[in-house]
């Protein structure tokens, strides 16, 4: 039988959405279910996880649901113990950088959510303390794992669009407010107090999309609103929305690439997808989604004329063409913890670190300062 090696995974904020559903079940225990992560020398790694929040019964109801005994509510004890080796934190933004702060301390390689920090100084205090620690580090960049992503990046590595010259992204749904239909997301995230904010939450996203796929970004210039200043929360309570719930932005790449992104909660969807990515190059252009991706090529691209008094003949979405998948997508949590854990295991390269995280709460940061002041915002390089 192969030899199953055990690694301890501290895992916070594991009643949550995120902490709940992707990380745990589609990430961890699915590693377990296809029997541990195999490893270069044969064996194979089994995440054990430890399951840390602030309600025993929330806990132990997790805990139960999937035959898991190792539960506390004590993060101290959790990151002393000797047989955990990684920290992993999907709390509420507001609570990250102290739990990742007493994880390293504790020596302990740091897996985390994004943003990292609610500012950039704590961002890039958390990268910097890691690093002397000398500990692994890694930051969830889910949205480049996603297939519609990754075939645009293979169009991208492939010269598909010759030079590229923009990149238009739309992102967002309506989300209710909470009175008369319940709110699909938790209440936190519409309370700036509370680490709230599309802004604090997208743009760290949009931020390792831009850089990864395309180039590093170098100015960003945002308006920034609370369109739904009203809304109910979890108890039925109505509140005081005090946190942004749209962001229009611009971002400029090095190379002269413009990438526009909206971000919004209080929008209703006529797309194919819930968020999607239009790149226009002097070869050809993509429409990229979670999913799927079509493309058009300068030789197959139309010569529509403006001609408002006629109805036009054109329909546009059909002159597009699909990408194929041409490879099987694991869940992109799964995809990038498998990355991480071969990392801190057997020294595999692993780029998305507590750096990057910076770089993304950097973006949001200058990108809140831009819309309150009104103006562009350039993007000066984090040192170490
Ligand atoms: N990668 C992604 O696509 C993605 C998507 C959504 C959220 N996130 C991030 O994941 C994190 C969690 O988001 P979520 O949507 O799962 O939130 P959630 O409200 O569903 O879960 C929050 C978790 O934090 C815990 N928690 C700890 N201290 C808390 C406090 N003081 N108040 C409230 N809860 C507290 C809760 O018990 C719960 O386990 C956030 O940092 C968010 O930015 C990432």
Redesign the pocket.
């Known amino acids: 039988m192969t030899a199953r090696v055990p690694i301890g995974i501290v895992m916070?904020?594991?009643?949550?959405?995120?902490?709940?559903r992707?990380h745990l079940v589609r990430s961890l225990l699915a590693i377990r279910e296809q029997g541990g992560l195999p490893l270069r020398d044969g064996s194979r790694l089994w995440p054990e996880p430890v399951l840390v929040?602030?309600?025993e019964a929330?806990l132990r109801d997790v805990a139960d649901r999937h035959g898991l005994t190792d539960w506390t509510t004590d993060l101290d004890a959790a990151l002393a113990r000797p047989d955990v080796s990684i920290y992993f934190d999907?709390?509420?933004?507001?609570?990250?950088e102290k739990a990742i702060g007493l994880a390293v301390a504790a020596g302990k390689h740091i897996y985390t959510?994004?943003?990292t920090a609610t500012t950039l100084h704590g961002a890039v205090e958390l990268a910097r303390a890691a690093d002397t620690a000398g500990v692994r580090h890694g930051v969830?960049q889910?949205?480049l794992f996603l297939p519609g992503l990754r075939k645009l990046d293979r169009l991208v590595r492939g010269g598909f669009f010759g030079r590229i010259l923009s990149v238009r992204g739309e992102f967002g749904y309506w989300v209710f407010e909470g009175d008369w239909q319940e709110a699909q997301?938790?209440s936190?995230?519409y309370r700036a107090a509370?680490?709230g904010g599309i802004v604090?939450?997208m743009f760290p996203?949009w931020h390792y999309v831009l850089e990864q796929i395309f180039a590093p970004v170098r100015a960003v210039t945002a308006h920034v609103t609370t369109h739904i200043p009203r809304r109910w929360a979890e108890d039925g309570q109505p509140y005081d929305a005090t946190a942004d719930d749209a962001a229009y932005g611009i971002f400029e790449l090095d190379g002269g690439v413009v990438a526009q992104i909206n971000s919004s909660w209080a929008v209703r969807v006529n797309r194919d997808e819930l968020v999607e990515f239009q790149v226009d190059g002097t070869e050809g252009s993509a429409v990229a989604g979670l999913r799927r991706c079509r493309v058009q090529h300068r030789a197959a691209t139309p010569k529509p004329v403006w001609n408002p008094d006629l109805p036009s003949t054109d329909d546009f979405r059909a002159q597009w063409q699909e990408v194929p998948d041409n490879e099987v997508f694991d869940n992109g949590?799964k995809a990038q913890w498998e990355m991480f854990l071969r990392h801190v295991v057997e020294d595999a390269p692993y780029t998305w670190d507590l750096w990057a995280g910076a770089r993304g709460v950097q973006l949001a940061e200058l990108g809140l300062q831009s819309a309150r002041e009104g103006r562009r915002v350039e993007v000066t390089e984090l040192r170490s």
């Open positions: 916070n904020g594991v009643t949550g959405r995120m902490g709940y992707q929040g602030r309600n929330k999907a709390q509420v933004t507001s609570e990250r959510e994004k943003p969830v889910d949205k997301r938790p936190w995230n509370d680490g604090v939450d996203h949590f």
